[in-house]
DNA sequence: CTTGTCGGGTGTACGGCGTACACCCATCCT
DNA sequence: AGGATGGGTGTACGCCGTACACCCGACAAG
């Protein structure tokens, strides 16, 4: 009976996967910021120090979070162009950061901070090296290639304007006039950009289509690179 | 005379740009994560609370140190076309991030997190943003054009192979041949790279050659566009 | 059946962080 | 002379990551 009394009252025994599933939903729901070894424990009805019998410490559990979310990256699409496999690729890897917002930051994090990169990024990188080389391009233009896409290799695109309406009106905003005098062109592109909006959806801009204009005008820049030998 | 010795044995009174530069200097020593409210105190003589007397708190004086160095960029070039005009104001705010490493990550943790931007940030843009309004781009393809260059409007270029010489040799690294036969195409690609710079200069790759790269490659391709009208 | 080892969960504690709050004192205006 | 005020102080709280000693249940060897 003990053994039954057990399984109802006691959590499942600790693992390193679950341990990093926990951590990872908790990120997706509070933010980088909300993630502390005291509450993932807490979500696992343990005690903190438990954890550290399953991963070294916290940079090794962020380590382990980017593994798994990058893993959820699209494999590569077979018999297609390096064009769209590197953009099907590329807009997988987004819809991932957008599924885990934190992802993008620690993954950045990581990699300023010369820690090794972590084996699921290491294999990313490496099959969006081969696709490149297989659809035709030069050892050296593919180095450059990889430095264009930049953290875009990601799928990263910082929003620089990240959609300000819906925001409460903060209260020591400049008033719209002298906004307007102090960053004229922001102003225009602002109001531009919100008319044009309009007459289609919500305001803001579509930042899917930003994305992809961003993503598909360097492509066609490689791709004329490439061409040209 | 106790004017006098206060003046000596007494720190100069504090500033909320006395403030800002300490914590700029400390972050540019220690990184982000050496920059605490206690250790910016300690470098000024004072007690930690004293700041809060002129930053509202550590947010405000992140923001007040953003607009300091992003002060640091150069004013645009007069009377050149847009490209140089833009190739330059970049290639200013790349040397900004490189004199202030920190500089990068926080203000995308800032953009990301939200808060408005800060004034220097706002000027930044809106000039940026004028220049290409000066050079002929339509209203629309600005907005695309400061989405296309995105994050690296701010000079940015996250090196993914932050340059792996140098390094002393990670005790559980994979052997060589393995790492070759799991990341093939990363191996060929650092193997090429290391051959081709060797003859060169040092080993790894020219970061400035490859951000200049990147750099050129998505301003040509702006300028199709906009000729393209 | 005993005994010893050991892996994994626990408890306590330390040093660091940001910052709320009460205080105190020098200065200056009246 | 006196009261207000602005800037530096001290104490304290609640977070954080994690070192270290502990303890207990399961399982292997005798």
Redesign the pocket.
């Given at each position: 009976m003990?053994?039954q009394a057990?399984t109802l009252h006691r959590r499942a025994?600790?693992s390193r996967q679950r341990i990093l599933s926990a951590a990872v939903a908790l990120a997706d729901a509070g933010g980088a910021d909300a993630?502390?070894?005291?509450?993932i424990?807490q979500g696992l009805g343990?005690?903190?120090?438990?954890l550290?019998?399953?991963v070294a410490?916290?940079?090794e559990?962020l380590d382990g979070m980017i593994d798994l979310v990058v893993a959820e990256i699209d494999p590569p699409a077979v018999g297609a162009d390096w064009k769209s496999a590197v953009r099907l690729r590329v807009l997988s890897a987004r819809r991932m950061l957008l599924r885990h917002p934190w992802a993008a930051g620690v993954i950045e994090a990581r990699l300023k901070a010369r820690t090794a990169p972590t084996p699921a990024v290491l294999a990313y990188l490496d099959s969006m090296i081969g696709i490149l080389r297989a659809g035709g391009f030069p050892v050296e233009l593919v180095h450059h290639a990889m430095h264009v896409m930049g953290s875009r290799v990601l799928g990263f695109s910082q929003e620089l304007f990240e959609d300000a309406s819906g925001r409460e009106p903060d209260p020591d905003a400049l008033p719209p006039e002298e906004m307007a005098a102090r960053y004229p062109h922001i102003t225009e592109l602002a109001m531009a950009v919100a008319h044009d909006r309009e007459s289609v959806v919500g305001p803001g801009c579509d930042d899917q289509f930003e994305f992809e204009f961003a993503l598909d005008l360097t492509l066609d820049g490689l791709e004329r690179l490439r061409s040209a030998s």
């Open positions: 003990s053994g057990d025994p600790l993630l502390s070894m005291r509450k424990a343990v005690v903190p120090m438990a550290y019998k399953h410490n916290k940079d559990l």
